[in-house]
């Protein structure tokens, strides 16, 4: 039986906060060394097809990898910081993704991984809207790390839909590295499980997320 489409989709904060104490440097960097572990994830489960691109967001939102790459050629092309904090730009970019076409409807759910340190400087809940109008958008795996204390961990909240999940919470390289890693594997593999398909949002349950504990090298 041929494989069913994952489409996994990076939404990613590159204002200007993202530049102080090397943020985006440390997100291009744990973006880059999870890629290996995001093809094993994908390797693991033949039944589904994984397809990657990534939304930078800033004063505006544009497609960074615009095209639905296959994991197993997927590179990382470091992304750079340019003003504001235009998240509702990049849910509308992502809303337009996950229309049907160019959706096709034998997909699994699609996940979208959405990474900030700030607070959005547009009208994100319009965007918002934009991604829940469409059916796939709805039944999406969301999951979203909070760069630093300056982060709009509520609005993130309202972002995952579910009163049962929260934001992951980075306040070093080493807790970005985490939360990068665990968005690239053990989402997929969730993603990548068919489940019995009632259109609901596809994550229903927490999938076991990884400890944050507070470090004594904690710079955001």
């Known amino acids: 039986m041929a494989s069913r489409p994952v489409h996994f989709i990076w939404m990613l904060d590159c204002s200007g906060s993202m530049g102080v104490n090397g943020k985006i440097g440390q997100l291009n960097f744990a973006i880059r060394e999870a890629i290996p572990e995001m093809q094993q994830a994908a390797q693991s489960n033949p039944a589904a097809s994984l397809l990657v691109r990534a939304i930078t967001f800033a004063s505006g939102a544009s497609w960074h990898v615009s095209d639905p790459t296959p994991v197993d050629q997927f590179s990382w092309e470091d992304v750079h910081i340019y003003g504001g904090t235009d998240m509702g730009a990049a849910f509308k970019l992502a809303a337009g993704a996950l229309q049907t076409p160019p959706m096709p409807q034998r997909a699994l759910p699609p996940v979208l991984a959405l990474a900030s340190d700030g607070q959005p400087t547009d009208d994100w809940r319009a965007g918002?809207?934009?991604?829940?109008?469409?059916?796939?958008?709805?039944?999406?795996?969301?999951?979203?790390?909070?760069?630093?204390?300056?982060?709009?961990?509520?609005?993130?909240?309202?972002?995952?839909?579910?009163?049962?999940?929260?934001?992951?919470?980075?306040?070093?390289?080493?807790?970005?590295?985490?939360?990068?890693?665990?968005?690239?594997?053990?989402?997929?593999?969730?993603?990548?499980?068919?489940?019995?398909?009632?259109?609901?949002?596809?994550?229903?349950?927490?999938?076991?997320?990884?400890?944050?504990?507070?470090?004594?090298?904690?710079?955001?």
Do not use: C, H, Y
């Open 128 to 220: 918002l809207r934009a991604i829940d109008g469409t059916p796939w958008g709805k039944r999406a795996v969301r999951v979203a790390v909070a760069i630093g204390d300056d982060a709009d961990k509520s609005m993130l909240k309202e972002f995952l839909g579910n009163p049962e999940l929260e934001p992951l919470q980075a306040k070093n390289p080493r807790q970005l590295a985490a939360a990068i890693r665990w968005m690239s594997t053990a989402v997929v593999k969730d993603a990548s499980t068919p489940k019995v398909d009632d259109g609901s949002r596809a994550v229903t349950t927490p999938i076991d997320v990884p400890s944050m504990t507070k470090g004594e090298d904690d710079i955001w």
